[in-house]
C-alpha cells in the first residue's frame, strides 16, 4: 500500500473578522509550511514566536479552547480553524494572527475550508503519521462522559448532547470523517449559545462580539436567527465540530473511535492527556493512501513506531 504523505498549504489566504469573546477586529493569515511543522499559531502583534497548537499548550478550555496565554503571545478560540485543518487533511500550517484570538467569522468552521479550498493543498515528500487507539480511554465528570475506542478504519466521531431546552434537547450524530463528509455535513454547523445566558457572560467580559450573525441563539420557544438553523440538528453537529478541533491537538491525526455525552472542550483536552498519559493506550504508525471522495488522502494504520506522544 502506498504511504499518504503530509500536506500544507498551495499559498497563503487571509481573513479578516473579530473575536467573539473580545469583539476586537483580528486579521489572521495562514502560511503554508515545512513537513514536520504541523500547526503551529503565531502572534504578530507580539514576539513572532511559532506556538505549537497541541494539546500540552492547552492554558484553558472552558467556554472555548485557548493555545498558550493570549496575554504573552497566546491564541484564544482555535477549535474551529484547528477543526477545517483535521476534516481537510491538513498536517502543516503557520498560523499569523495580529491579536489575542481568533476571528468568529459566521461561528463555524465554513469560512475557513472555503480559504483553504481556495488556495488548495501541496503534498509534502514526507511520510503522515498518525495515532493509532489500542485500548479504551475514559474520562468521566459528574456531567458527561468522552472515550476513544480502537476503530479499524480512520476516525469515527459519535456525539450525543442533552440540554434541558426543549428547541435543543437530546440530539446525536455519528459520523465517519472525511473531507466530503466535513464539508457537507459538518463545517457549516453553528456555534450557539441561549439568550438567558448573555448577562452572565456580558458581565464577565465575554461574548462581547456575539452576535446574530456568528452565533445561533435560542430563546425560551424560537430560535432568534431570522435564517433558522442550517440542519435539523446543527446543535450536536457543532459540539461535533469543536471536538474535530479539539482532538487535533493531539499532534497528528487520530485512527480511532471518538463517543462523547455532554462533553466538552476541557474534557476532550483531559481525554488527550488521559491518553498520552498510558503509553499502552496507543501507538504511533505510518498512514496508508485510502482515497475518498474529498480533496485529500486519509490514513488506515501501518505500524512503524513505538508509542511516542511528540
Known amino acids: 500500500m502506498k504511504t499518504a504523505r503530509q500536506t500544507t498549504l498551495r499559498e497563503q489566504v487571509q481573513l ?6 473580545s469583539g476586537a477586529a483580528v486579521s489572521v493569515t495562514l502560511h503554508p509550511a515545512e513537513a514536520g511543522t504541523g500547526i503551529a499559531f503565531l502572534r504578530s502583534d507580539q514576539d513572532h514566536l511559532e506556538l505549537p497548537a497541541v494539546f500540552r499548550n492547552v492554558s484553558s478550555a472552558d467556554l472555548s479552547t485557548v493555545i498558550g496565554h493570549p496575554e504573552r503571545g497566546g491564541v484564544a478560540t482555535v477549535e474551529h480553524l484547528m477543526a477545517a485543518f483535521a476534516g481537510l487533511g491538513v498536517d502543516n500550517c503557520v498560523v499569523e494572527v495580529d491579536g489575542p484570538e481568533m476571528p468568529i467569522l459566521d461561528g463555524s468552521a465554513g469560512p475557513f475550508v472555503a480559504a483553504i479550498d481556495q488556495v488548495g493543498l501541496a503534498t509534502l515528500p514526507a511520510s503522515r503519521r498518525a495515532i493509532k487507539i489500542l485500548k479504551t480511554v475514559v474520562v468521566e465528570t459528574d456531567r458527561g462522559v468522552v472515550e476513544l475506542h480502537p476503530h479499524d478504519r480512520g476516525m469515527r466521531m459519535e456525539v450525543e448532547i442533552d440540554f434541558a431546552n426543549p428547541l435543543v434537547g437530546r440530539q446525536v450524530y455519528g459520523v465517519d470523517i472525511d473531507p466530503t463528509v466535513f464539508r457537507r455535513d459538518i ?9 438567558q445566558d448573555v448577562s452572565k457572560l456580558w458581565a464577565a467580559n465575554r461574548a462581547l462580539g456575539a452576535s446574530l450573525e456568528n452565533t445561533i441563539v435560542v430563546g425560551d420557544d424560537r ?10 440538528d446543527e446543535f450536536v453537529r457543532h459540539k461535533l465540530l469543536d471536538a474535530i478541533g479539539d482532538l487535533s491537538l493531539a499532534g497528528a491525526p487520530i485512527i480511532g473511535r471518538f463517543r462523547s455525552y455532554r462533553g466538552g472542550h476541557r474534557m476532550n483536552v ?6 498520552f498519559a498510558d503509553p499502552s493506550a496507543y501507538e504511533m504508525v505510518e498512514s496508508v493512501v485510502r482515497r ?9 494504520a501501518m505500524p512503524a513506531y513505538g508509542p511516542d506522544a511528540n
Not at 430560535?223 to 435539523?232: A, D, S
Not at 483531559?270 to 491518553?275: R, V, Y
Open 187 to 195: 463545517a457549516r454547523a453553528r456555534t450557539f449559545g441561549f439568550m
Open 270 to 275: 483531559a481525554l488527550l492527556q488521559t491518553l
Open 292 to 300: 475518498e471522495r474529498g480533496h485529500a488522502d486519509l490514513g488506515v
Open 16 to 21: 479578516d473578522g473579530i473575536g467573539v469573546h
Open 223 to 232: 430560535i432568534l436567527n431570522p435564517e433558522g438553523l442550517r440542519f435539523r
